[in-house]
Nanobody, 125 residues
Framework: VQLVESGGALGQPGGSLRLSCAAS????????MYWLRQAPGKGLEWVSS????????RYGASVRGRFTVSRENAENMMYLEMDNLKPEDTALYYC???????????????????WGQGTQVTVSS
């Protein structure tokens, strides 16, 4: 099983970045997928969730209206379109997978069945 994030980069405030998560080794279409992030010195923060069929999406308050999650089950891929970037979006971004819908105000890695290695997003002028 692998979840591999990519697309992290240095972004400008007000700019955009697109993150990708490539999944392999499990039946991708049967899993809810998640984006979480961890800023320096802070705990994990849930960013977004997307249902198995992609029809249901949810976002944390800090990113709602700026980020868009999507998935392509035929390609075993998930994406996070990040618009109107802010310096506080600076973090290591992870994708995660689980057969169940999970929501926690204080997420931990152990809540999710599969977890990626992360991709760094830095927002700075």
């Amino acid at each position: 099983v692998q979840l591999v994030e990519s697309g992290g980069a240095l972004g400008q405030p007000g700019g955009s970045l697109r993150l990708s998560c490539a999944a392999s080794g499990f039946t991708f279409g049967k899993y809810w997928m998640y984006w979480l992030r961890q800023a320096p010195g802070k705990g994990l923060e849930w960013v977004s969730s997307i249902s198995t069929d992609g029809k249901t999406t949810r976002y944390g308050a800090s990113v709602r209206g700026r980020f868009t999650v999507s998935r392509e089950n035929a390609e075993n891929m998930m994406y996070l379109e990040m618009d109107n970037l802010k310096p506080e979006d600076t973090a290591l971004y992870y994708c995660a997978a689980d057969t169940d819908y999970i929501f926690s105000h204080n997420p931990t890695r152990s809540l999710y069945e599969y977890w990626g290695q992360g991709t760094q997003v830095t927002v700075s002028s």
